[in-house]
């Protein structure tokens, strides 16, 4: 059976850290452009960053260069988000998704939601003081 779970979600103060984890059952990671999105109450799901299946290239929405880190431990099949100096509008339901195929992370960009293959069932972040 494929699955993605995520975890690490939680509650944290303005400026701190959480580090998400996605693991992957069921499937190989290796052929997969990995996908992080998020979700805010009334609010559309939007791409976070992506990680490339084919060279390790990255990508990230304008809002979280620079604070959020995409990587992927093929080994451990699972993928990352390391998220840095959190702020309040951060907070939202934060999901992974898989796709098949070979692409750059820039390319992976344009992939539609409805597009990928797999998603978890996302985790919880909160960013309040």
């Known amino acids: 059976q494929v699955q993605l779970v995520e975890s690490g979600g939680g509650l944290v103060q303005p400026g701190g850290s959480l580090r998400l984890s996605c693991a992957a059952s069921?499937?190989?990671?290796?052929?997969?452009?990995i996908g992080w999105f998020r979700q805010a109450p009334g609010k559309e799901r939007e791409g976070v960053s992506c990680?490339?299946?084919?060279?390790?290239?990255?990508h990230y929405v304008q809002s979280v260069k620079g604070r959020f880190t995409i990587s992927r431990d093929n080994a451990k099949n699972t993928v990352y988000l390391q998220m840095n100096s959190l702020k309040p509008e951060d907070t939202a339901v934060y999901y992974c998704a898989a796709w098949e195929g070979t692409l750059t992370a820039v390319q992976a960009w344009g992939i539609a939601l409805y597009e990928y293959d797999s998603w978890g069932q996302g985790t919880q972040v909160t960013v309040s003081s």
């Open positions: 990680i490339s299946s084919s060279d390790g290239s990255t």
């Open positions: 069921g499937f190989t990671l290796d052929y997969y452009v």
